[in-house]
C-alpha cells in the first residue's frame, strides 16, 4: 500500500481558494488517488477520485502531474463549512483496504 | 446513491457486556465492507475487512475474539463488541464498496459512538 504525506495543518479565509498537496511517491501503476472529508463525529465523506491529469467536480479539482507522485485537491472560494479534515489516500479498486494517514486539518477563518 | 447506514448512532453500555453495531448499504450490494476504530484528534484506523459470506480478515493487534464480525449479506456487516471495556469506547465507522460498472470508492457510514462506563 503506497504511504501519503500531506501538511498537518493549514489555515485559510473564507472565500479563497485552497490547495492540499500530496506526496505518494510509490504509488503504483494501478492505484487510484481518492480524497475524503472528515467533520467530527462523522464518517469520511468522498470528495473526489482521479488517476492521472485533472478531474473536476462540483465541488473540487484534483491536479495529478505526469509522474504521479503527487496530486493537489483544489478547493475554490472555500467557507467556514469546509472546516474539516481532509484524507489523501490511494486505492486499487472498491475491494482494497484503505490506510488513512494523519490528514490535513483544515480551518477556514472569517 | 451509495448510501452507508450504521445503527445504533450511539450506545453507552456497562463494562462486561457486548454491543452489536450494525453497518447497511442502503442503495447496492457491498462484497466487502471494512470496520475502522476513530478515537479523538486521531485518523481512522482499520480493524477488520469483512466479505460477504467468509470469515473477516483482521488487522494486526485486533482481537478476533473480541471484535466479532459477520456479513451474512451484501447489505448487511455486524460488529460485535464482546465484553466491551471502558478502553473500548470510541468511534466506530463502517464503510462499504461494490458499486457495479465502475472503478470506484468506498463510501462510509455515519460512525456510531460506543461509550463504556
Excluded at chain 2, 78 to 85: D, E, F, G, N, Y
Aim: hydrophobic residues 35%; contains cysteine; aromatic residues 10%.
Amino acid at each position: 500500500l503506497a504511504k501519503t504525506t500531506q501538511p498537518i495543518s493549514m489555515d485559510s479565509y473564507e472565500g479563497q481558494e485552497v490547495n492540499i498537496t500530496c506526496s505518494h511517491n510509490n504509488i503504483a501503476t494501478n492505484d487510484y488517488i481518492t480524497w475524503y472529508q472528515q467533520f467530527p463525529s462523522q464518517g469520511p465523506r468522498f470528495i473526489i477520485q482521479g488517476y492521472k491529469t485533472k478531474v473536476t467536480n462540483e465541488v473540487a479539482s484534483l491536479f495529478i502531474p505526469a509522474d504521479r507522485k503527487s496530486s493537489t485537491l483544489s478547493l475554490p472560494r472555500v467557507s467556514l463549512s469546509d472546516t474539516a479534515v481532509y484524507y489523501c489516500l490511494v486505492v486499487v479498486g472498491v475491494g482494497d483496504k484503505i490506510i488513512f494517514g494523519k490528514g490535513t486539518r483544515l480551518h477556514i477563518l472569517p | 446513491g451509495a448510501v452507508v447506514s450504521q445503527h445504533p448512532s450511539w450506545v453507552i453500555c456497562k463494562s462486561g457486556t457486548s454491543v452489536k453495531i450494525e453497518c447497511r448499504s442502503l442503495d447496492f450490494q457491498a462484497t466487502t465492507m471494512f470496520w475502522y476504530r476513530q478515537f479523538p484528534k486521531q485518523s481512522l484506523m482499520l480493524m477488520a475487512t469483512s466479505n460477504e459470506g467468509s470469515k473477516a480478515t483482521y488487522e494486526q493487534g485486533v482481537e478476533k475474539d473480541k471484535f466479532l464480525i459477520n456479513h451474512a449479506s451484501l447489505t448487511l456487516s455486524t460488529l460485535t463488541v464482546t465484553s466491551a471495556h471502558p478502553e473500548d469506547s470510541s468511534f466506530y465507522i463502517c464503510s462499504a464498496g461494490g458499486l457495479a460498472g465502475l472503478t470506484d470508492t468506498q463510501y462510509f457510514g455515519p460512525g456510531t459512538r460506543l461509550t463504556v462506563l
